[in-house]
């Protein structure tokens, strides 16, 4: 053995020491009380989510060695780096509760600030697994030079990669807020999401609450509006995320191959799923189990918003983000939270250039007390400039009915930069339904039947343009998989 291989042995050996005491986290005891809440550990979570062997650790040894000597820190709460997402390379940021309880230190906030600054230069996407408790409260005894915030960090590359947050325990304060920079957030059905927990609660508020209470999944997907999935297993989580990324960063298949699709696309069941009659309820989710390919459909905030369907799907093997009204509820009427729940997604279609089906059948925006008090004026309003800002490719489709503002946020305007507009034939139209217009105006019998006829079909829209093309709904699938290719 050389003299500098002797030199080099007791550095490699304290290399080895600090790397063990990293990777050990918070120690037995704290993995097996994770465990225990049938939670992986961070490193667990990475492995199950990533390709084997794939994954690259940034700040290994941060908050190792700290200046006035006090204890290391494994990792200092959070495990991140680079890996491989069924082949595409990916960013991580893994928050690890068995240390502090996944608290930021001034070198867990130094190497966040660094993973999103990394995933912005090599525009990779960036998954942000949260299961901590904040800011560490002993950081205000230290002194730290200012530098960007992950948070700043966050809100630049908004719209210029794809950012997924999976909430998978408790996630307070600083690593709650990240969240909300995400295109989408997947929560673990026994997770919590709050800006402060029930200790900050009480002492602020003197309210007594619990961590369910103050921001479950339940809560988040069906009320806020702040999640948009929940799932039963953290494995399950890891597959909505895969499903995601697959959607919005896979390049669009060759057209040659969606065109072979494109022959068979015809769907006859449309005509046993649909009723001509707009007074009657169906299913849109059976509408779009006939349109979409088999296993593609990835419904957004189901439980949120529920007039409105959100999802990506692949039609014909090409991408697409499909906005549909839903007529087995509330007659498919534009609420406030299906607005909110529309924007968010037809800007994310916009920023990662997905194409957009637009799917209608509603008879306007929600009326009523309640609906103006929501302040569902603002949130169609929003609505409709977010399809308006939309310049990919927009087809619109309307199905059976469409009155008021609520055939305009849903794109049916005229010249509205439509790729195609396509209507059934038996669609009914107008500013409001015929019904309240007679009582509204007071009309006779007579008029009030004159203009259900003149509501009812697509005729007159053909006549002057407002439609491209009326087609028998079993062509729809191939219309809109020849329209996906123009």
Known sequence: MSRYRQDWEPLLTELRARSEAATAMGGEARIARQHARN???ARERITALVDEDSFREYGLLAAGHHPQGEPAIAADGLVG?????????VVLLVEDFT???????HP???KRARLVRLALEKRHPLLLLLDGAGERASNQGERYPHAPGDLQLLADIQGTIPVVALVLGMSAGHGALAAMFADIVIMQQDSALFSA???LVKAAMGIDTTAEELGSAHMHTRDSGVAHLCCATEAECFARARHFLHMVCEPAAEAAAAGETAATGDSDALLDIIPPDVSRPYDMRKVLGELVDPGSLLELQPDFGRTLITALARIGDQRCLIVANQPAVEAGAITRHAAEKACHFIDMAHRFSLPLIMLVDNPGVMPGPAAERSGVLRAAGNMFSAQRRFRGRKIVVT????FG???SVMGMNPWDRQTVSLTLPGVSLGGVPALGAAAATGASAVDAAALRERQTGAWAGADNMAFDRVIDPRQLRAELIQALLD
């Open 197 to 199: 927990g029930p200790p």
């Open 81 to 89: 780096g680079v890996a491989r997402l069924d082949g595409r390379p």
């Open 399 to 402: 199905l059976r009915k469409a």
């Open 405 to 407: 503002f609520g055939s």
């Open 99 to 105: 240390v502090q309880g996944g608290s930021i230190g």
């Open 39 to 41: 939670r992986l550990t």
């Open 108 to 110: 867990n906030a130094a």
